[in-house]
């Protein structure tokens, strides 16, 4: 028991598409914005795009990040719903979502 949670803990690990989704998702509903569509695909320079109509593209390398790294890049995209650009109130709100209460 006490090597198997080890092992995961300091091991990083391929997470299923589907369990990327839902934590794009649970993000979406806590940031308030609704993604019209969100696709996994390899992309060869960027983690993420997301398109004016609201349908998020992550590189499907994404699934082998650790969680603190998938929630920054999840968060980021999902912002851009919300703020197009990466001012002052982008960095702010990246800021007070990311850290910890
Ligand atoms: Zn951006």
Do not use: Y
Not at 37 to 66: Q, V, Y
Not at 72 to 101: C, R, S
């Amino acid at each position: 028991m006490t090597l198997n949670m080890k092992t995961s803990d300091t091991l990083e690990q391929t997470i299923p598409a589907q369990v990327f989704k839902a934590e794009v998702l649970s993000w979406a509903k806590r940031i308030g914005v609704e993604p019209k569509e969100i696709r996994l695909r390899l992309m060869k320079s960027k983690w993420a795009s997301c398109s004016r109509n609201g349908r998020l593209t992550f590189n499907a390398e994404i699934l082998r990040e650790p969680a603190g790294f998938r929630a920054e890049a999840i968060v980021h995209e999902l912002l851009h719903l919300k703020v197009p650009n990466h001012g002052k109130l982008f960095k702010q709100l990246m800021k007070a979502l990311l850290t910890p209460d």
